[in-house]
């Protein structure tokens, strides 16, 4: 048997191109499509879902995302891979509920039990948890729209417990973190802008209906990961174990489970390095054409593999803040060269940090002009700007395109 196919980085780079929904002729044709493009959306800052869907669908309004989200229900917000809130297709939640999310509800569940006693709130954290939880439920089921936090709190005393523990913050979210983890309660319908997200939160049952079974953590890891590879694929077990937030022997059992193939793609020192695709995925992927694209903060892309070398270059230290969050990107032709702000008016300005050729230039031009026609003047902030997004832009090496 001859070694694994090597899957070098042009070509990683035209199955990102494709496969993310980024190169003309190539994007999704509406929100659900997007999301499925990247397996999930990251939503810890909420512009993030929409700016990542506007990435990817020609046309799409920040209407039509929040209707995906809050009408169709097609799009459903999870806590999951990591303790991180990402948007899910509705079909995937219960591969999610059964896997990622269930072992952030454990951790959450041992977190709260450490910080329920020494803030002093409860000497038996499981019954304190067990008796806010169904008060929580009760509450949410005498109120048809969902409530707010601060209705929540009113209405549910039990959950207002504030505690400054150092290391942590005891506050009333945290039973709504942990019962969301757990699939009982969701966000619902958004009391704010888009720009900002204040839920109502409901129970999962009156937001979806149905609700369907959880799978086992087995079959759940396996889906994700299964998901995952067609779209980020070739990964490492370094990667998926990231992106999971899992154990190796979770990431290898679901690897077993889904008959992933072992191929090879490029390390440091001129090293290969094994990964993995799909068995229906082994032959080579073709070229696509160059592409431009403004990915925003934590886009996916920008996020999914852990070892991302392929597509940042020397550009990490750059566009990731120190605790491993990315700001927002500018791409060319598969590969991160700098990254996007937005003027005081609110004309995006994309930031090179690589010499671009002028068809590079022009295409990030016509992206910019792109996105400043769709925010329409409204600015959108954020609480992980990148030092290249922080620096002065006298400080640049090369010009700043505008719109």
């Not at 006693?117 to 008796?131: F, I, M």
């Not at 979770?250 to 193939?261: D, F, N, P, Q």
């Not at 054409?289 to 996020?303: H, I, K, N, Y």
Request: net charge neutral.
């Amino acid at each position: 048997m001859g070694s694994p196919r090597l899957v070098d980085d042009a070509e990683r780079r035209a199955r990102l191109a494709r496969r993310h929904a980024l190169a003309p002729g190539h994007r999704a044709a509406d929100p659900v499509g997007a999301t499925r493009s990247v397996v999930v959306l990251h939503s810890t800052e909420p512009a993030t879902v929409h700016l990542s869907v506007h990435a990817r669908v020609d046309g799409v309004t920040r209407a039509d995302v929040s209707a995906a989200m809050e009408t169709e229900r097609s799009l459903v917000k999870q806590l999951a891979m990591r303790r991180t809130l990402f948007v899910f297709p509705r079909d995937l939640l219960p591969a999610a509920w059964g896997s990622a999310a269930s072992r952030t509800a454990g951790s959450e569940r041992a977190r709260l039990h450490r910080d329920l006693v020494a803030a002093g709130v409860a000497t038996d954290p499981e019954r304190w948890l067990a008796e806010a939880g169904a008060e929580v439920i009760d509450a949410l089921d005498g109120a048809p729209e969902g409530l707010t936090m601060t209705e929540l709190r009113a209405a549910v005393p039990t959950i207002d417990v504030r505690a400054d523990l150092g290391s942590s913050q005891l506050n009333p979210g945290r039973i709504l973190t942990l019962l969301g983890a757990e699939a009982r309660v969701v966000r619902g319908a958004n009391t704010s802008h888009w720009r900002v997200f204040r839920p109502r939160w409901r129970t999962t049952g009156s937001w979806l209906g149905e609700v369907p079974t959880p799978l086992t953590a087995a079959e759940g890891y396996a889906e994700l990961v299964r998901r995952w590879l067609a779209r980020f694929g070739p990964g490492t077990e370094t990667d998926l174990v990231w992106w999971l937030g899992a154990t190796k022997g979770a990431v290898r059992a679901a690897l077993a489970e889904v008959g992933a193939v072992e191929v090879g793609v490029p390390a440091d020192g001129g090293a290969v390095a094994p990964a993995y695709v799909l068995p229906d995925d082994v032959d080579p992927a073709p070229a696509v054409e160059p592409w431009a694209a403004l990915l925003p903060v934590l886009d996916p892309t920008a996020m999914g593999w852990k070892e991302r070398g392929f597509h940042l270059g020397p550009h990490a230290p750059a566009v990731f803040d120190r605790n491993g969050n990315a700001g927002t990107t500018a791409w060319w032709d598969g590969r991160v060269v700098g990254c996007w702000v937005q003027d005081d008016d609110g004309t995006v300005a994309v930031r090179l940090l690589e010499d671009v050729p002028a068809q590079g230039r022009a295409a990030l031009r016509q992206e910019a002009g792109r996105l400043t026609g769709w925010l329409a003047g409204e600015r959108v902030g954020t609480v992980y700007p990148s030092p290249a997004m922080r620096c002065d832009p006298g400080d640049l090496t090369y010009p700043v395109l505008r719109a």
